[in-house]
């Protein structure tokens, strides 16, 4: 690989995003792949640990090592004749879900493609087709919900920041909730699980906390 005695940049692997669309989405568009731990880093960025399946599924269907998976990926979105057929080989023949394949095509064609998150589904009222396959309607499905995003977010945002957006929205009026919830004495006390059976309990500081507004009977 040419790179092995190169030191490593650890500061790029703090701000996945950052790293993601400044660095991996240029370095695609000239033509160079990802690393195996760049994509790595794009499976994680959809889901905080996205654990061994998918290396393992496609190290299967590439009938190589990681990095010859990485290169065949690439190989097919690029060569797909549009974007239709660049999702449809993502969960056609890789098999990834359409979240995570609408996150990967994100990254590459951020004009065209948005990340498929339950925020944004969330925002935008639409139904989840997470587990389905790719099909005319599953792609006609994707294209109304992207078109949804644009229309929640200001005018003239480009797609990526329409995108941040939506899913800022969402988080702040699920916290803003929160709040209100808290402020009407509507608390829930954090549970810690028991190690020994598996059963709930409130987490000592809750449990005084409670203790104190609630003092036990003898």
């Not at 999702?87 to 394949?101: D, E, G, H, M, S």
């Not at 480009?158 to 709040?179: H, I, N």
């Amino acid at each position: 690989m040419g790179t092995e005695n190169k030191p490593v940049n650890y500061i790029e692997f703090y701000d996945a995003e950052k790293l993601l669309f400044e660095k991996v989405a240029p370095e695609f568009r000239q033509g160079i792949d990802p690393s195996v731990m760049h994509f790595e880093t794009l499976l994680g960025w959809k889901s905080e640990r996205p654990g061994d399946a998918h290396w393992m599924r496609l190290t299967r269907i590439s009938g190589g090592t990681m990095e010859d998976a990485v290169a065949a990926i690439c190989a097919d979105i690029r060569s797909a004749e549009d974007h239709s057929a660049r999702l449809k080989v993502l969960i056609r023949k890789w098999q990834f879900a359409l979240p995570t394949a609408a996150t990967i095509l994100t990254v590459f064609y951020p004009e065209f493609f948005t990340m498929y998150d339950v925020r944004t589904r969330r925002q935008t009222n639409t139904e989840d087709w997470s587990q389905r396959t790719f099909t005319p309607a599953l792609w006609e499905h994707y294209c109304e919900f992207k078109a949804k995003i644009v229309a929640l977010a200001p005018p003239d945002l480009p797609l990526r920041d329409a995108d941040r957006y939506v899913m800022g929205k969402d988080t702040y009026e699920s916290r803003e909730k929160k709040l209100a919830r808290i402020a009407r004495g509507e608390g829930r006390p954090r549970r810690k699980r028991n190690k020994t059976d598996g059963t709930a309990a409130l987490a000592p500081r809750d449990a005084l906390y409670v203790s104190r507004v609630e003092p036990s009977t003898p």
